[in-house]
Every structure is written in structure tokens, then in C-alpha cells.
């Protein structure tokens, strides 16, 4: 039996500012199958700076469900808008949706924000997954109108002690939370991590001594990074059959079938 | 598919300068990089005093010894301290063993105090790594962009440079750089953005992209897939990831009596 690969990380959609290969749905589903990625997750692009996000997560539930079962929803939701409860209604009820996926840096409010710890609150009740994307293009590279901060996750801890059924997956995080931070979360055992944005030499090697493994999940942030560099730090650094599994799939998969 | 890595450094490890470049290598080799350039010692310092630079030369002239024909040496200068930079140019790369020059963040590059290295430096044949970054949350007082470098590449013809990571912001860099045939694009340090590769292949040409990894600060994965990932040519692949950087550093490796195959 071949070796199923969960991608946590990627996106529908053009990013804002450039144009890159697999930034339509089709495409990128053609490509994720060449890698031999057997599920993604996928968020979109365009959350990041729409308004109309039950539009939004409409597109992707469509654009995932046309992706014959390779490309999963997770669903945007901005608890600045009015009315955000029924877009978080909306997928998973209507959308099946496993998960959802927040851009707190670009939807303007900070974890201490009583609106997210109502999200949260929301996202328990209905048994989500919730991903956190802290960063999403390097600081020296934004654009000079789309200046956006790294999510600053300090309040976590404390949230997820109110909500011990809840799993949160930080995504692109390795550059915006600090390490002591990584592993207080990471002690937490509430909270994983995806590799799209671990950097230096032999990264895994180097994380493992950190954090144990089972907190790491497989993410390569296609289409706007080459999938080649998540899929080359499985290499990169001597790992045992069981870690590899682990970061491939098993940790991941055991975040869905969580109860 | 061989691959020659033009940018590499002594950072980030632990040892003697001897066993830090062995774990370069065993590192490359593990991921099928087969040549290192390797320069600046354990601690980077913007503006090195004459001291600091000769220390981080010798760290590094240290760390080749054993590694011959393995890994490359680029010379640290300051132009901030000219005399100093032009000793040290004879000991390390006239006299030495060492095969270019590396030049960070000092001062920037289109100021007349780089002339005289420049001119040195092409007398002898000797590549110009000239480390370039703009970021829109400020650059360094010395930090160099690919603008700068380009302005110094049009007053040198006769010299050869590598845009150190392609300016960083690479959308910029790549244009800045475009019309100077005698600059180089270093593909190294960056995040690995999809398209980055292309475009530079597009703009420049394959035969002006060079592989490099910065590494141990960066992976190897997220540096080797700008090359392996994108949608360019195989006969691309094979210029960017080696045949590039062994043409120019051939005519000083040929100097110097090392055997390029
Ligand atoms: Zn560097």
C-alpha cells in the first residue's frame, strides 16, 4: 500500500499580489496528485481581503468538492464582520467542513479580542478544527499597502485551558512565535504545528530536540511556496519509519477523527 | 543532476572551524550538493574592524583546509576600512587560497570606496558576492540594494557579480539587475516562493541564476526546491545549480591549479 501524505497547508486561489503556478483549483489539485498527496487542506486566498466570506467559503466548499475528494474545506471566518456565527454555522452545517481557518492578523483583531474567544467558544460547540495562519509572507517582502504583522499567540495558553476538547493547528508559524513560546503550546498537547515554514539546516532534526514529533503535521503552503520544499525537509533530516508516518499523515489524520 | 551551492556559512554550529565545514558537507552530501563557497566566520559583524574581518577570514581559511577542491573560500571585506580590505584580498585570494569576495552590509556598494576592490578583484579574475536585501521595513544604514549594485556593475564592466539573494525583494531585484550582463542572480535566502525562479529565468536568462542555499540559517529543502520546483527547463536546472558558478569561478580556480571537471 502506498504512503498517504496529508498536506495541512494550502491555499485555493491568486494570492493578492502575484500570480504563481497551481493558483486555480484544478491546477493545484493536478499538482498536489503529482506529489503524491492523498488529502489537503485547503483555505483560500481570497479570505484574506473579501468581505463576503460566506461567498468565499462557498467557492472553496465547491472548488474542493470539483477536487474528486483530494482538496478538504477549511472555511474562513472574520468575527469582525456582523454576523459571523452563521458563517461558522454555514460550514459545518451546510459545507460538512472539518475545520476553519483564521487570518487574525489580516481580519484586524488580537487573540485577546473577546470576539475570538467567543470563535473559539463557537468552534468548540461544534467540534472544529482550528487553523491559525500566523504569518503569511515574509515582512521585508509585503507589499508597502499590505504591511500585516505576525499573529501574536501569547494569549493561547490560556484560552485552550477553557476549552481542553479543542484542537488548534498554528500554521506557517516558525517564523512569528518565538521557540519558548512553540513549546509551552506545544506542552499544551492542544495545539500542532505544520513545517512549511521551519528553516535551517536539518530543521526537523533540530525541532524534534524542541517539540516531540506527534506536534508537527505535513504542510507545504502550494501553491505559494514549491511543494518541493516541505516534501525535501522529510529528507533533509534522518527520521525513523514512524516519524515519517507520523508527519506524513498519521498526526493529521488523528486531529480529524478526534472526538 | 550536479549541484554547486554559492552560498554558504560558518554560522550557526558548534566546533572548530574544521569540524562546523564537515558538517556542511555531510549535510550536502545528504542532500546531493556536491561544491560549497563558503564565507564569513561564526559571528557576523556589519561593519568588521580590520581585526574582526581577518578573524573571520581565518576562520574560514581554517575550515577549507581540509576540505580542498570540496569547498571554496570568498574573502569578508569591508570597504569602510579600504587598505585593510586590499591586504586581505592579497592574503586570502592573491596569495591564498581563497576564490572571490564577499561583501555584506558595511557599506553600500555603489560608493566610490568600492572601486579599488572591484578593480582588484578583476585583475584577478575574482567574483563579487555582493549580499543585496530592500525591505519595506528599513534597511540596514549599509545595506545594499540591487539598484546600488547595479549602478556599481555599469561603472565595472570588466568585474563579474553575484546579486546576493537576488536582491530580496527578487521582483525588484531581478529588474534592477536585468540590464548588466555582468551581474548574477543568487537565488539563496529567501523564503521559497513560487515563481521567483521562473521569473528570474525569464528576465535574466538560466545562464544568470545561480544556486545558492545560505544555509545552516536556511534548509537545504526550501533552497534546493526554488530549483527543483519550478517550471523551467532540465537544461536550466543544470545551468542554475552548477554549470553557472563553475563558469565563473573557473578562469581563478584554473589560476590557482584546482582541476574543474
Ligand atoms: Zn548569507
Given at each position: 500500500m502506498t504512503q498517504e501524505l496529508i498536506d495541512t497547508n494550502v491555499y485555493i486561489g491568486p494570492w493578492p499580489t502575484r500570480r504563481v503556478p497551481g493558483d486555480d483549483s484544478a491546477a493545484l489539485t493536478e499538482m498536489l496528485r503529482g506529489h503524491g498527496v492523498t488529502q489537503a487542506w485547503a483555505g483560500s486566498f481570497d479570505s484574506l481581503l473579501h468581505k463576503d466570506i460566506a461567498g468565499v467559503n462557498a467557492r472553496l466548499a465547491q472548488a474542493c468538492a470539483a477536487s474528486g475528494g483530494l482538496l478538504v474545506p477549511f472555511g474562513a471566518i472574520n468575527p469582525a464582520l456582523p454576523q459571523w456565527e452563521d458563517d461558522v454555522r454555514r460550514c459545518a452545517e451546510e459545507h460538512r467542513m472539518p475545520g476553519i481557518r483564521l487570518h487574525p492578523n489580516y481580519h484586524g483583531y488580537a487573540l485577546d479580542d473577546p470576539r475570538f474567544t467567543a470563535l473559539l467558544q463557537a468552534a468548540a460547540d461544534r467540534k472544529l478544527?482550528?487553523?491559525?495562519?500566523?504569518?503569511?509572507?515574509?515582512?521585508?517582502?509585503?507589499?508597502?499597502?499590505?504591511?500585516?504583522?505576525?499573529?501574536?499567540?501569547?494569549?493561547?495558553?490560556?484560552?485552550?485551558?477553557?476549552?481542553?476538547?479543542?484542537?488548534?493547528?498554528?500554521?506557517?508559524?516558525?517564523?512569528?512565535?518565538?521557540?519558548?513560546?512553540v513549546q509551552r503550546l506545544?506542552?499544551?498537547?492542544?495545539?500542532?504545528?505544520?513545517?512549511?515554514?521551519?528553516?535551517?539546516?536539518?530543521?526537523?532534526?533540530?525541532?524534534?530536540?524542541?517539540?516531540?514529533?506527534?506536534?508537527?503535521?505535513?504542510g507545504s503552503y502550494a501553491p505559494l511556496f514549491y511543494f518541493a520544499s516541505s516534501w525535501l525537509k522529510l529528507a533533509e533530516s534522518p527520521l525513523s519509519e514512524t516519524e515519517r508516518a507520523a508527519l506524513m499523515c498519521n498526526n493529521a489524520a488523528g486531529l480529524l477523527a478526534a472526538p | 543532476m550536479e549541484i554547486w551551492d554559492g552560498h554558504c556559512h560558518l554560522s550557526g554550529y558548534a566546533g572548530t572551524p574544521?569540524?562546523?565545514?564537515?558538517?556542511?558537507?555531510?549535510?550536502?552530501?545528504?542532500?546531493?550538493?556536491?561544491?560549497?563557497?563558503?564565507?564569513?566566520?561564526?559571528?557576523?559583524?556589519?561593519?568588521?574592524?580590520?581585526?574582526?574581518?581577518?578573524?573571520?577570514?581565518?576562520?574560514?581559511?581554517?575550515?577549507?583546509?581540509?576540505?580542498?577542491?570540496?569547498?571554496?573560500?570568498?574573502?569578508?571585506?569591508n570597504p569602510n576600512h579600504l587598505d585593510a580590505s586590499l591586504a586581505e584580498f592579497a592574503r586570502c585570494v592573491e596569495q591564498g587560497p581563497m576564490v572571490a569576495i564577499k561583501l555584506w552590509v558595511a557599506q553600500h556598494c555603489d560608493s566610490p570606496d568600492v572601486d579599488a576592490i572591484v578593480t582588484r578583484a578583476a585583475a584577478a579574475k575574482a567574483p563579487i558576492f555582493q549580499h543585496t536585501w530592500q525591505k519595506i521595513t528599513g534597511n540596514l544604514p549599509g545595506e545594499s540594494t540591487a539598484e546600488e549594485l547595479a549602478r556599481l556593475a555599469a561603472r565595472h564592466p570588466e568585474a563579474t557579480f553575484i546579486c546576493g539573494h537576488a536582491g530580496g525583494d527578487w521582483e525588484n531585484g531581478i529588474r534592477a539587475i536585468r540590464p548588466h550582463a555582468n551581474v548574477y542572480a543568487d537565488l539563496g535566502g529567501g523564503d521559497p516562493t513560487a515563481g521567483f525562479t521562473e521569473m528570474a529565468v525569464r528576465e535574466l536568462g538560466a545562464e544568470r541564476v545561480i544556486f545558492g542555499s545560505d544555509i545552516p540559517g536556511r534548509s537545504y529543502?526550501?533552497?534546493?526546491?526554488?530549483?527543483?520546483?519550478?517550471?523551467?527547463?532540465?537544461?536550466?536546472?543544470?545551468?542554475?545549480f552548477s554549470e553557472n558558478l563553475k563558469r565563473l569561478l573557473t578562469p581563478i580556480l584554473k589560476l590557482k591549479g584546482v582541476p574543474v571537471y
Open positions: 478544527l482550528v487553523q491559525i495562519a500566523i504569518t503569511m509572507e515574509d515582512e521585508r517582502m509585503m507589499h508597502p499597502l499590505m504591511q500585516v504583522p505576525h499573529v501574536d499567540v501569547l494569549p493561547l495558553p490560556d484560552l485552550l485551558a477553557v476549552h481542553p476538547g479543542l484542537r488548534v493547528v498554528l500554521l506557517n508559524a516558525f517564523r512569528g512565535v518565538p521557540m519558548p513560546l506545544a506542552e499544551t498537547k492542544q495545539v500542532c504545528f505544520d513545517l512549511a515554514w521551519l528553516e535551517g539546516a536539518a530543521g526537523l532534526e533540530v525541532l524534534k530536540k524542541q517539540i516531540p514529533l506527534e506536534r508537527v503535521l505535513f | 574544521d569540524e562546523r565545514v564537515g558538517k556542511l558537507v555531510a549535510l550536502a552530501d545528504r542532500m546531493g550538493v556536491d561544491r560549497l563557497c563558503i564565507f564569513m566566520g561564526a559571528n557576523f559583524h556589519y561593519d568588521p574592524t580590520p581585526e574582526e574581518m581577518r578573524a573571520a577570514n581565518d576562520e574560514v581559511l581554517d575550515g577549507l583546509r581540509n576540505w580542498h577542491h570540496h569547498a571554496f573560500g570568498f574573502v569578508y571585506l529543502a526550501s533552497q534546493l526546491a526554488k530549483v527543483y520546483g519550478a517550471q523551467i527547463t532540465e537544461e536550466a536546472k543544470r545551468l542554475i
